[in-house]
C-alpha cells in the first residue's frame, strides 16, 4: 500500500493506534482514503470505526501512527484542522440545531464578523447541485424530515470545499426510500472527485455503495478488497470474503453471519400466530400524554398486544417511541384514555403496580435510566424489587437473597461478570443489556415493552437478545416491541405499526416478503409527505 | 469502561482521598503562618493544647454537637444530589424557636415538655422552611441552589426582625437586640459535671441511626438510586418529586435541630446578627466523608477540635481567628485538585488538558523524539498515554521512518 502514499488526492493512514483504558480501540490501522472513490468501512460495534473517524475528523488523536495527506505527514490536531483540510463528518445523530433555518445551521462555523448571507445562499446552491438534492435555506431544520436534514448535514459537512467527506452509519435512520436518496447524492459526491468514507454494519449496503472495502475487528484491520478486486466479484462472493474477515471463526455458518450482517433481505423469524383467537393482554385506547421537555408526546395512541404476540412500533427516532414506552410501564402518566392490562384498568397504577402485575419495560437508555453504574450487579438485578420480600425484610436488606437471585439470574441469561458485586458500570454493553433482560423478564413477567433492545450491541448479543424476545413470546408472554432498525423489527414482529409524530399512522401485517417496502411507505408518507 | 480495582485499593485510594486534603491545607497554612512571621509549631501546639488538653475537650464535643447533626443534615439532601444551601437561615430558625419560646415556656411549664415541644417545633419549621425550594425544584425545576440561598437569606432576616422585635428580652436594662436567657437549670442535660450536654448523645446517635437506613434499608438503596440518576428512580418507581421534598424537608429539619439543639445545650440566648455559620465550615468535611455519616463523625471531631482550639491557639501566635476559615479553604481547594487527580488516575488518563502537553513540548524541539509506543495488550493501554505528543511530533519530524 505504500505505492500510493505518495499519490496526490489520498488520504493515507499509517498505524494508527489509538488506546483506552482496557481497551486498544485502533490498532496499528492503515489504509488509503483515495479521491473520487468511495471507501466502505465495515465492522461490529466496537470495532474501531468510531474511534477511527474522530481522529480523522481531529476530534482525538492516536497515541502512535500517522496521517499523511498528499504523501505529506499531517497532524490533525483539532477539528479545525481537519476542516481546513476538507475533512467533514456528517454524524450519526443529526447536529442541527432545530430551531435554526437551514442557512443559519450552515452558516454555524463561519468565522468572520458580520454574516454574508448572499456568498452563504450561493454556496448552498451549488451544493445542492452537487448533491441533486433541493434544499430550502429559510425552512427550520426542526421542521425537515430526516432525510432532508440529512442532506442539509452533509452539505454542512462538505460546507468548507470538502475533500474527503465522512459519512457515520447514514442508513440506520432512514427510510429505504431515502436511502436510495442518499446513495444517488453520494454518486454525485463521487463524480466530482470527493473521496467518501461510508460507515456501515450492513453488508448489502458496503456492496451496493462501496468501491472498496475495508473490514475492522477488534481495532485491528482484518481486510481490505480493492477496486478491482471488489468490482470483480459477484454480490455472493463479496459476501463471502467480507464475511470471513469479519467473523473470523467466530460464527458457526455462514448463513447465521450473513443474516446478521444484514446481508440479506430480511424475512419474518417467529412462528405464526392466529392472533383472533388469542386473548389482548395490553390494550390502550385514546392514549395521550403531556408536557415532559422536548419530547415527543404521544397522541390518540390505541393498539392491542396479545398473548403470545409481538407487536413492532417502526418510525424513525424521537417520534414518540420514549413516551410511548414509558405510558405504558407507567413512568409516564397517561393525560387521556385508557390502559388495560389482561382486562384490568392499570391507568393509574404507577410503575412499581403495574411491575408486580407482570407488566415490564426494558428502556432503550441502557446506562442512564435502565442500571445504576456505580451499583452492583446484584442490586440492579433487584432493582425494581427494592424493598420486596424476601430481598429485605422488616425494611432490612437481607443480602443473602440479593446475591442468591443475583447468582441464579446471572447463570441463567450467562452474565459475564467478575462477580455478582461488581459494579455494573464496568460491564459491557451486551452484558447490561442482559442485566436488563433479565431483571425484566424474571419473577412473573407476562408483557414486556423493549425498546431499541438491540442498539450498539454486538452481533452475537443482538442475536441473543432477539432470541430472548422469541422465546419469551413463544411462551405465551407479549412483546412491545419498539426498533428503529426495520430489519429487526420484520424478523421479530407478527405485525408492524408505524409511530410518526407521536401517532400511530398505520399497522402492516407482518406476512411474507415487502413488508419493509409497506413499513417504508408509511413512514414517508407521515413524514416526507409534507415536505417532498 | 472503568477496570474495578481491588478492594483494598479502593479503601486506601478513598482513605487518601479523605485525609491527604487535610494534611496538604494544615501544611500550606503553616507555611503562611511562617510567612506572617509567627511559628506555625507554636499554633498547631495552641490547637492542641486549647482544643483537648485540661478541660478544653468538652468544650470540642460541645461544639461537635451541632456541627455533627448539621453535617447529617447535608449528608441526606446531597446525597440525593439535592444542593441544600439554606443551612445558615435553617440553622437560626431553629435556634430562634428554643432562644424564644424556651424563656417563656419553661417558667410555666415542666420543663421536659418545653424542651420536646421546642424540639418538634424546630423540627417543622425547619422542614416546612426547606419545603419552599423543594417544591420549586420539583414542580418548576428551579435550580435548589439559588432558591435554598434565597430562604436562608429571608430567614436570616425574618431571625433578626423577631429577636429585635416580639423576642427582644422583656428585661427593660438589656437595652442590646438579644432575647432572654434560659436558666441553667432548664437546658439539656449535662454529663456529670463536665460541659457536654446531652445534644452530643442525640447526634452521635443521629450519626449511627443515618448510617443504618442508609446502608441497610430499601430507602437508603431508593436514596442512592435517586442520587446516581434521577432517570433511573423514575425507572424504578420512585417519585421524583415526593423523593425532593422528602429529602429537602428531613435536612431541613435535621439543620433546624442543629440550632436548637446549640441553643439549649450551649450559647442559652441569641443576640441579633449571631450567626455562627457552622454550615459552611462543615461543608468541605461532608464531602470528605463521601458523604458517610460514619465518615464525617471522625472528620467533625477533627474540625470541633481545631475550630476551639485554633480560636485561642491563633489568639496566641497573633492571628486573627478568621484564621480558621482560610484553613477551611485551602482544605476545599486541596479536595478539589485531590479529585481531579485521583479521577485522572483511575481512568488513566494525563493530568494535563489535552494538546497542552505537545504544544508545551514543542517548544523543546528535537529533544522529545521518543521511540514510538505501540501498546500491545490491554493492560498496557491502561497508563496514561502521556507520551502520545512525543510520537506525534516524531512523525512530523521525520516521515521517512514511519511509513509501513
Known amino acids: ?532 | 469502561m472503568i477496570e474495578e480495582l481491588p478492594r483494598w485499593r479502593r479503601i486506601t485510594d478513598t482513605v487518601v482521598r479523605s485525609v491527604l486534603p487535610v494534611v496538604l491545607a494544615l501544611v500550606v497554612a503553616g507555611l503562611i503562618i511562617a510567612a506572617m512571621g509567627s511559628n506555625p509549631l507554636d499554633f498547631f501546639a495552641g490547637v492542641w493544647k486549647y482544643g483537648v488538653t485540661g478541660n478544653n475537650w468538652q468544650d470540642s464535643l460541645r461544639l461537635m454537637a451541632p456541627l455533627m447533626i448539621i453535617a447529617l443534615g447535608l449528608i441526606v439532601a446531597f446525597r440525593g444530589q439535592l444542593w441544600n444551601l439554606g443551612y445558615n437561615g435553617t440553622f437560626l430558625l431553629g435556634s430562634v424557636v428554643a432562644a424564644g419560646a424556651g424563656p417563656v415556656l419553661f417558667p410555666i411549664l415542666p420543663g421536659w415538655l418545653v424542651t420536646a415541644v421546642i424540639i418538634v417545633g424546630a423540627l417543622l419549621i425547619g422542614a416546612i422552611w426547606s419545603i419552599v425550594p423543594a417544591v420549586l425544584k420539583a414542580r418548576f425545576g428551579t435550580n435548589e441552589i439559588i432558591t435554598s440561598l434565597v430562604m436562608s437569606f429571608i430567614a436570616i432576616g425574618v431571625v433578626n426582625l423577631l429577636i429585635k422585635g416580639p423576642l427582644h428580652d422583656p428585661n427593660p436594662r438589656v437595652t442590646a437586640p438579644q432575647t432572654a436567657t434560659i436558666d441553667r437549670a432548664d437546658l439539656l442535660p449535662f454529663f456529670g459535671g463536665t460541659r457536654v450536654h446531652v445534644g452530643f448523645l442525640v447526634a452521635i446517635a443521629l450519626a449511627l441511626v443515618a448510617q443504618f437506613v442508609i446502608s441497610r434499608t430499601s430507602f437508603g438503596v431508593r436514596l442512592d438510586v435517586f442520587g446516581a440518576s434521577p432517570k433511573a428512580a423514575q425507572h424504578v418507581g420512585i417519585s421524583r418529586s415526593w423523593m425532593i421534598v422528602l429529602l429537602f424537608s428531613l435536612s431541613g429539619a435535621l439543620i433546624a435541630l442543629a440550632g436548637t439543639i446549640d441553643v439549649l445545650g450551649n450559647v442559652t440566648y441569641m443576640r441579633a446578627n449571631w450567626n455562627p455559620g457552622y454550615g459552611d465550615a462543615i461543608l468541605p468535611f461532608v464531602f470528605l466523608a463521601r458523604l458517610s455519616p460514619l465518615g464525617a463523625i471522625p472528620l467533625v471531631a477533627f474540625y470541633s477540635v481545631f475550630a476551639n482550639g485554633g480560636i485561642n491557639a491563633a489568639r496566641s501566635v497573633g492571628l486573627s481567628s478568621d484564621f480558621l476559615l482560610v484553613v477551611v479553604g485551602l482544605i476545599l481547594v486541596f479536595m478539589t485538585i485531590t479529585e481531579y487527580v485521583g479521577d485522572k488516575r483511575r481512568l488513566g488518563q494525563s493530568y494535563l488538558p489535552a494538546g497542552m502537553k505537545q504544544s508545551v513540548m514543542s517548544l523543546f524541539g528535537p529533544r522529545t523524539t521518543a521511540t514510538t509506543r505501540v501498546p500491545s495488550s490491554p493492560e498496557k493501554a491502561t497508563t496514561p498515554p502521556e507520551k502520545v505528543s512525543t510520537t506525534k511530533t516524531t512523525a512530523t519530524r521525520a516521515p521517512g521512518k514511519v511509513t509501513t
Open chain 1, 1 to 532: 500500500m505504500s505505492s500510493t502514499a505518495a499519490a496526490p488526492g489520498v488520504i493515507s493512514l499509517r498505524e494508527i493506534t489509538k488506546a483506552f483504558p482496557g481497551v486498544v480501540a485502533n490498532d496499528r490501522i492503515s489504509l488509503d482514503i483515495v479521491g473520487g472513490q468511495v471507501h466502505c468501512l465495515l465492522g461490529e460495534n466496537g470495532a474501531g470505526k468510531s474511534t477511527l473517524i474522530s481522529i480523522l475528523a481531529g476530534m482525538q488523536q492516536p497515541d502512535s501512527g500517522t496521517i499523511l495527506v498528499d504523501g505529506v505527514p499531517t497532524p490533525i490536531n483539532s477539528p479545525k484542522a481537519a476542516v481546513d483540510l476538507g475533512i467533514g463528518v456528517v454524524h450519526q445523530h443529526s447536529t442541527l440545531v432545530p430551531a435554526f433555518t437551514v442557512l443559519e445551521n450552515l452558516m454555524l462555523g463561519e468565522t468572520g464578523v458580520l454574516r454574508n448571507e448572499t456568498r452563504a445562499k450561493a454556496r448552498l446552491g451549488e451544493l445542492s447541485e452537487l448533491l441533486g438534492a433541493r434544499i430550502d435555506p429559510d425552512a427550520l431544520a426542526g421542521d425537515l424530515g430526516l432525510g432532508q436534514q440529512q442532506q442539509v448535514e452533509i452539505a454542512k459537512a462538505m460546507w468548507k470545499g470538502s475533500r474527503l467527506l465522512i459519512l457515520d452509519e447514514p442508513t440506520s435512520m432512514l427510510t429505504p426510500q431515502a436511502i436510495e436518496k442518499l446513495a444517488a447524492s453520494v454518486a454525485q459526491i463521487k463524480a466530482q472527485g470527493l473521496a467518501v468514507v461510508f460507515i456501515t454494519h450492513k453488508l448489502r449496503e458496503a456492496y451496493q455503495m462501496g468501491d472498496c472495502v475495508t473490514i475492522l475487528r477488534g481495532g485491528k484491520n482484518v481486510g481490505h478488497i480493492g477496486t478491482e478486486e471488489l468490482a470483480s466479484y459477484s454480490e455472493a462472493q463479496a459476501q463471502r470474503a467480507i464475511l470471513a474477515a469479519m467473523f473470523g471463526d467466530d460464527v458457526a455458518t455462514t448463513a447465521e453471519a450473513a443474516e446478521l450482517a444484514g446481508a440479506t433481505e430480511a424475512v419474518r423469524e417467529v412462528d405464526d400466530l392466529e392472533i383472533g383467537a388469542k386473548r389482548a393482554r395490553l390494550e390502550l385506547t385514546g392514549v395521550a400524554t403531556r408536557g415532559h421537555g422536548h419530547d415527543v408526546d404521544v397522541r390518540n395512541v390505541s393498539l392491542s398486544v396479545h398473548e403470545g404476540e409481538i407487536l413492532g412500533i417502526a418510525g424513525i427516532d424521537g417520534h414518540g417511541q420514549a413516551a410511548l414506552a414509558q405510558v405504558v410501564a407507567g413512568q409516564r402518566s397517561a393525560a387521556e384514555g385508557t390502559i388495560r392490562f389482561d382486562g384490568e384498568d392499570v391507568t393509574r397504577r404507577g410503575v412499581r403496580g403495574r411491575q408486580q402485575l407482570g407488566l415490564r419495560y426494558v428502556t432503550d437508555d441502557r446506562l442512564h435510566e435502565g442500571t445504576v453504574a456505580g451499583m452492583s450487579v446484584a442490586m440492579n438485578l433487584v432493582l425494581k424489587r427494592i424493598g420486596q420480600a424476601p430481598f429485605w425484610k422488616i425494611g432490612q436488606i437481607n443480602r443473602k437473597a440479593v446475591d442468591a437471585e443475583a447468582e441464579r439470574l446471572i447463570a441463567e441469561y450467562a452474565i459475564k461478570t467478575p462477580s455478582s458485586g461488581t459494579r455494573a458500570g464496568t460491564l459491557s454493553g451486551g452484558n447490561i443489556q442482559k442485566i436488563l433482560l433479565a431483571r425484566e423478564l424474571t419473577d412473573g413477567a407476562r408483557f414486556v415493552v423493549v425498546n431499541k433492545p438491540t442498539y450498539g450491541l454486538d452481533l452475537k448479543t443482538v442475536k441473543l437478545v432477539r432470541q430472548i424476545l422469541t422465546d419469551f413470546a413463544a411462551g405465551g408472554g407479549s412483546v412491545l416491541l419498539l426498533s428503529t432498525d426495520l430489519d429487526e423489527l420484520v424478523e421479530l414482529s407478527h405485525r408492524i405499526a408505524v409511530i410518526s409524530d407521536g401517532e400511530i399512522v398505520g399497522t402492516v401485517q407482518n406476512d411474507g416478503r415487502g413488508t419493509a417496502e409497506k413499513v417504508g411507505q408509511l413512514m414517508t408518507g407521515a413524514i416526507e409527505g409534507v415536505h417532498a
